[in-house]
């Protein structure tokens, strides 16, 4: 029983394309965050979301469009995507303060 | 501001020796430290955490210390083996859950 599984694994796609990544938890928790991994391994916090309520949207660039249709779901949309862009993205969930589980990561590569 | 400073950037280690990684937490953290280890092309895993109203936490071969006067908190790996090579986050929560990590540790444990 995976605890925060998000899909897809890979996802290589050309530049200008629009793409989502799903993620699903099955702790409970109450809050879940899209995080970006780049390639000198810094883990960057992007959004959070409390009982399907935004409270955490750092500088990110508004192609970037989180959805959370109930508390075990939050998903990433991302429009006109850029070079830039690739990175792993992490979803991860966590009840209350207490440390966050992660899912397994994408690897986005913008072509 | 909400960051964690983490130092050294790499760390090599003989195995059987021990490594410690130091961070450091601005004022406005909570009071939940958690250390995450993230093995090659895989996610980060809660290893350990630490609440401020204890000093020092034990998981048999792993350590975590908290200084709160000084604002810093250490992980201290003993008995290091090949499978504790890996890249070491800590991390903070500050408002609103937000969980902010250091830039990361990569710890070379050689046989």
């Known amino acids: 029983d995976t605890a925060v599984s998000q899909t897809p694994k890979y996802l290589v796609t050309q530049m200008g394309n629009d793409k989502s990544i799903k993620c699903e938890q099955n702790l409970g928790h109450d809050t879940m965050y899209w995080y970006k991994q780049d390639s000198k391994k810094f883990l960057k916090i992007m959004f959070s979301y409390n009982n399907k309520e935004l409270i955490i949207n750092e500088t990110v660039p508004n192609r970037f469009s989180p959805k959370s249709p109930d508390k075990a779901h939050l998903n990433l949309h991302i429009n006109s995507l850029e070079l830039g862009d690739s990175a792993v993205y992490f979803c991860?969930?966590?009840?209350?303060?207490?440390?966050?589980?992660f899912g397994q990561g994408t690897r986005l590569t913008v072509v | 501001g909400e960051n964690v400073e983490q130092h050294p950037s790499t760390l090599s280690v003989q195995e059987g020796d021990s490594a410690v990684i130091k961070c450091t937490y601005s004022d406005s953290a909570s009071n939940y430290f958690p250390w995450y280890k993230q093995e090659l092309g895989k996610r980060p895993q809660l290893i350990i955490d630490?609440?401020?109203?204890?000093g020092e936490k034990k998981d048999q071969r792993i350590a975590v210390t908290l200084n709160k006067t000084a604002k810093h908190f250490s992980l201290h790996i003993t008995e290091t083996q090949p499978e504790d090579s890996a890249v070491y986050f800590c991390?903070?929560?500050?408002?609103?859950?937000?969980?902010?990590f250091g830039k990361g540790n990569q710890v070379v444990v050689i046989p």
């Open positions: 991860a969930s966590s009840r209350g303060t207490v440390g966050a589980f």
């Open positions: 991390a903070a929560i500050y408002g609103n859950n937000r969980l902010a």
């Open positions: 630490i609440r401020s109203n204890v």
